[in-house]
């Protein structure tokens, strides 16, 4: 028998801890599940559909122990979106919703088949709070018109906030008691009692509150009929134009999922001290997806709240992940007449609940901040690289929905990628004493150190980065300039914080050795690492700078008179 990889290392002594777990994440996860199906426009009972083949099928492919993988707020507003431009009537926006998820699956299995598991990493940090925030934003202003019981808007994130402003005036006055009581209760449990699964507490508040008051007879909506029992498995009903439509939106939806999954899981790896493989997380995110949508439900990634909630309760392994499936199908087969009486404003009130702690004002403060200090300063076409990154997927989910702002974000963070690689700090060295240790020198960065005195004619310079046909030129022209400026005889660029280099850069040095000779001045590169010096051989220049172990002998050598090659080993 082939034991799943998130079983591994498994001790009986973590049952008790695990079954314990899986009741507390039941807690959370059944609210949730019935909210998010709400973002996704489709049916609540979609949400619990989706949950049980989601943590079973994860369970049994993916590697974390502590994961949980139900419908999530990101990637439900992502399926909104996707579907929501096929203009499907009811009937058939379900039957999208569900082919979308097997869409995702697909993308995932296929991508972990091929070992792309890398691709997490096109999505970057700043990008994806962005993105995140964008998303939390656009899910809160969809949200509150329920909460407070007025018309909701259609269009971007303003669109809809303009409309429920002007609608501010015509409220319900108990869907608002409701809705607006519900989110405070919330937001005090999680404050003050964060043992407490503040989602079911309000959900069953907002229940009882119904049954004993009759507020749904006084105008009050709730969620109404939730089927009972056990989904129908297959294949849902859209046409092979229509399927391969999604799957070439999947990718995104898949790499948002993915992203927050991956970032999720290796949280608690690292805490629990095991390793998670990405291309097999991708297979589980895969295998999640194409069960709910075969079970009629939607799509689902990992949950870091969730997750949090999970290893938080003392979870060792996905026994509790199969323990909260098992309590969702009692679910469905025995309680859901329990959640019928459930109030719209209460499940919106979870849902903002859920996500307003991701709109995260504070990470933005500190990437703005990141860029402070003297390395920015002398880099200005990347100042403040990863904050516009940020606000830049930001923008573009409020402006131009979901998949387009993670496209933007994507992009402007590999142009400012690109940037960067232009425009290397290219740092000029002097001699000052080690206060390490006494009696020797180091060559440190001037511009870190304006005291100490440059050594008489040489020019010591340190590029900090790969040399590559993106920043060739730039890395040529600076140097130059600082010869002239110098006025320098010899001249040395200190390789050490030079990682790589290609064929275009190791053409530019030869270049640059033979103008700056012609013009009497002597060029020669230090501490070159192994790669380097490969390429530099490897290029066949009959005209390539010579080479030194390090600094003091090329200064030397160079100042002397001499041309020689000094093979650094």
Not at 291 to 304: A, F, P, T, Y
Request: proline share 5%.
């Amino acid at each position: 028998m082939i034991v799943a990889p998130s079983f591994r290392g498994f001790r009986p002594a973590w049952l008790r801890g695990d079954l314990v777990a899986g009741l507390t994440v039941w807690a959370v996860l059944i609210p949730e599940s019935l909210a998010y199906a709400g973002i996704a426009g489709v049916p609540a009972v979609v949400g619990l559909y989706a949950t049980v083949p989601a943590l079973l099928l994860y369970a049994l492919v993916g590697s974390s122990r502590h994961l949980i993988v139900a419908p999530m707020s990101a990637t439900a507003a992502l399926s909104a979106g996707v579907v929501g431009d096929f203009g499907a009537d009811p009937d058939q926006y379900l039957a999208l919703t569900t082919a979308l998820a097997i869409a995702v699956g697909l993308a995932a299995v296929v991508a972990g088949l091929c070992r792309l598991g890398f691709l997490a990493s096109f999505i970057s940090e700043p990008v994806l709070k962005g993105f995140i925030i964008g998303l939390a934003l656009t899910i809160i202003v969809g949200q509150v018109p329920a909460l407070i019981g007025v018309e909701k808007g259609s269009g971007n994130f303003f669109e809809k906030a303009w409309t429920v402003l002007g609608n501010v005036p015509d409220l319900d006055a108990l869907t608002t008691a409701v809705g607006v009581g519900s989110l405070v209760l919330l937001l005090v449990l999680r404050r003050w009692l964060a043992a407490v699964p503040g989602s079911l507490v309000v959900a069953l508040g907002g229940v009882a509150l119904v049954w004993v008051l009759g507020l749904d007879d006084h105008g009050l909506a709730i969620v109404g009929n939730i089927d009972s029992g056990l989904p129908d498995f297959g294949l849902p009903d859209v046409s092979g134009d229509d399927f391969l439509d999604l799957l070439a939106v999947s990718v995104g939806v898949m790499l948002v999922g993915f992203a927050e999954g991956l970032g999720a899981a290796k949280t608690y790896a690292a805490k629990a001290g095991y390793d998670v493989d990405a291309n097999r997380e991708l297979l589980g995110l895969g295998a999640a997806n194409i069960g709910s949508g075969l079970s009629g439900g939607m799509v689902v990634n990992g949950s870091l709240s969730k997750t949090a909630v999970n290893g938080g309760a003392g979870a060792r392994s996905q026994v509790s992940g199969l323990t909260a499936a098992v309590l969702t199908v009692v679910t469905l087969l025995f309680l859901t007449g329990l959640f019928e009486k459930l109030p719209e404003a209460s499940l919106a009130a979870i849902v903002i609940g859920a996500v307003i702690e991701l709109v995260d004002i504070e990470a933005l403060r500190r990437l703005w901040r990141a860029a402070a200090g003297p390395l920015v300063a002398m880099a200005p076409y990347t100042r403040r690289a990863d904050f516009l990154a940020a606000v830049t997927a930001l923008a573009g989910v409020l402006v131009f929905d979901t998949l387009p702002g993670l496209v933007i974000g994507i992009g402007v963070s590999l142009v400012l990628l690109i940037a960067r690689t232009a425009r290397p700090n290219i740092a000029v060295l002097v001699r000052a004493p080690d206060p390490d240790q006494e009696g020797r020198s180091i060559w440190i960065d001037h511009g870190r150190h304006p005291g100490a005195t440059p050594t008489a004619g040489a020019l010591v310079v340190r590029v900090e980065g790969p040399l590559t046909f993106t920043d060739a030129d730039f890395v040529r022209d600076r140097v130059r300039e600082l010869v002239a400026g110098s006025g320098a005889t010899t001249v040395v660029l200190d390789a050490e914080t030079v990682p790589g280099i290609d064929v275009t850069a190791a053409a530019m040095l030869g270049q640059l050795f033979q103008d700056l000779r012609q013009e009497g001045v002597a060029f020669g590169i230090a501490q070159g690492v192994g790669q380097v010096r490969d390429v530099l051989d490897a290029s066949g220049q009959a005209t390539a700078p010579p080479v030194f172990p390090r600094i003091d002998d090329a200064v030397a050598h160079l100042a002397s008179g001499g041309e020689g090659f000094t093979q650094n080993g």
